[in-house]
C-alpha cells in the first residue's frame, strides 16, 4: 500500500506498526514517582494506578530534552516509553538523576528493555478494538484512553495501553520480542487491520496535531513555545520544583515571543522542515518544523513556530517552497478531530 492508502485505511478501519525501536522502560521502587517528578512536570503522585501520561524530560533551561509516556503502575513502579531517537540522551539523564537521588539513601532501581526483549506494536484506528478484543482477556470498554493494564493477547502475557500517535482509538502492546511475531500474526487474521510503515505514521501523528521530537520540539524549545504548557500539571506549578521553573512559570505568566502553530497550505507541493515563513509584506516571522501531504483533508498541513502576534487562526501568511512564496494560513490543531477513547 502507498504511504497514502495506508493512511486512509488506518482512519477507515485500522493498522498496525512496528514501533519497537522506541525505548521501555521500568522502574521500580518507593521512591521512583518522588524521582520521576524531579525530571518531569507531571503529577504522578495525583493519578491512579493503571493510568498513564504524555510527559516531558526538561533541561534546566525549560527546554524539552523529550517527550514520553509514563504509566503509574503501582506506587512503587512506573512503565514508561520514550523515543527512539534520544535513546542514549534519556538513557543517560535517568541514569545520572537516579544515581544523584539514590545517593541520599532514596529506594530506586530502572531496568532499561533492550529491542532483543521486548517488543513494541501499536493497533490505531476506529476498529482497533475489535480486531484485538477477541484475542484478548482484557475487556477493552473498560480500558479507557491513556488507561494500561496487563494480560493476554493471542495466548502471550503483554501490556496494553490505550494510546497512540495518530489521533484514532488505538492500543500499544508490549510484547516479549521473542513472541512479537506470533501476536502480530494473530491479529492480522482479521481483514479489518494491516500492516502500515513509518510513513503513514507521520502524516497521520501531523493531522493530529502531535509533535515529533527533533522536528517540533527540542532542547532549545519550552514547552509554553511549544503550546504544551497543558503539561505543567497544576500541581507542579504550584510547587515549582520541576527543571526550569523558573523561566517556564515565567513564561506562563507573561508570554514568549514564538508559538508552535498548525498551517494549511492549500495547494501545491508540502512545505518541509526548515521552510521560512513570511508575513504578507514578505518579512520572515518563522519556520516550518513539519509538514506532508494531508491524505485526509487534501493539500497540505504542516506546524512550525511563528512569532506571538501572528498565532491566531485565520491568519494569512507565506511559506517559501522551492523557492516561490506559497499563500498558506494559520489553523487550529489537531486538523481532524481526534476520536480518542474517553467516557462520554
Not at 506494536?121 to 493494564?149: E, H
Not at 501545491?268 to 516550518?288: Q, S, T, Y
Amino acid at each position: 500500500m502507498s504511504v497514502s492508502s495506508s493512511h486512509l485505511f488506518t482512519r477507515s478501519s485500522s493498522s498496525i506498526f512496528d514501533v519497537s525501536h522506541m525505548l521501555q522502560t521500568n522502574v521500580y521502587g518507593k521512591d521512583c514517582i518522588s524521582w520521576f517528578e524531579s525530571i518531569c512536570p507531571v503529577d504522578l503522585k495525583g493519578m491512579a494506578e493503571g493510568t498513564s501520561s504524555l510527559t516531558i524530560f526538561l533541561n534546566k533551561n525549560g527546554g524539552i530534552i523529550d517527550d514520553l509516556i509514563v504509566t503509574k503502575v503501582k506506587d512503587d513502579q512506573l512503565y514508561i516509553v520514550s523515543n527512539a531517537g534520544r535513546i542514549d540522551v534519556d538513557k543517560q539523564h535517568m541514569q545520572e538523576t537516579s544515581e544523584a537521588f539514590k545517593k541520599n539513601g532514596k529506594d530506586l532501581s530502572i531496568d532499561f528493555f533492550s529491542i532483543t526483549q521486548r517488543a513494541l506494536i501499536a493497533v490505531q484506528g476506529p476498529k482497533a478494538a475489535s480486531v484485538l478484543q477477541p484475542l484478548t482477556n482484557i475487556s477493552l470498554k473498560d480500558l479507557m484512553f491513556m488507561t494500561s493494564t496487563v494480560g493476554q493477547v493471542a495466548g502471550v502475557d503483554c501490556r496494553v495501553t490505550r494510546c497512540g500517535y495518530t489521533g484514532e482509538d488505538g492500543v500499544e502492546i508490549s510484547i516479549p520480542a521473542d513472541k512479537a511475531n506470533m501476536v502480530t500474526e494473530a491479529l492480522l487474521q482479521s481483514s479489518d487491520v494491516k500492516l502500515a510503515g513509518l510513513g503513514a505514521r507521520d502524516s497521520l501523528r501531523l493531522e493530529a496535531g502531535l509533535c515529533l521530537y527533533g522536528n517540533d520540539i527540542d532542547e532549545s524549545v519550552t514547552p509554553v513555545e511549544a503550546n504544551l504548557t497543558w503539561l505543567i500539571a497544576k500541581r507542579r506549578r504550584g510547587e515549582a520544583n520541576f527543571p526550569g521553573a523558573d523561566i517556564i512559570m515565567r513564561q506562563i505568566k507573561e508570554g514568549v515571543s514564538k508559538r508552535r502553530i498548525g498551517i494549511r497550505i492549500e495547494k501545491g507541493a508540502p512545505a518541509r522542515k526548515d521552510a521560512i515563513l513570511k508575513d504578507k509584506e514578505g518579512r520572515d516571522v518563522g519556520k516550518i518544523s513539519s509538514g506532508c501531504p494531508s491524505p485526509s483533508l487534501g493539500g497540505n498541513v504542516a506546524m512550525g513556530y511563528v512569532a506571538e502576534q501572528l498565532k491566531k487562526p485565520g491568519t494569512e501568511l507565506l511559506v517559501n517552497i522551492r523557492g516561490k512564496d506559497v499563500p498558506c494560513s494559520v489553523s487550529k490543531m489537531p486538523f481532524i478531530p481526534s476520536r480518542y477513547y474517553v467516557k462520554k
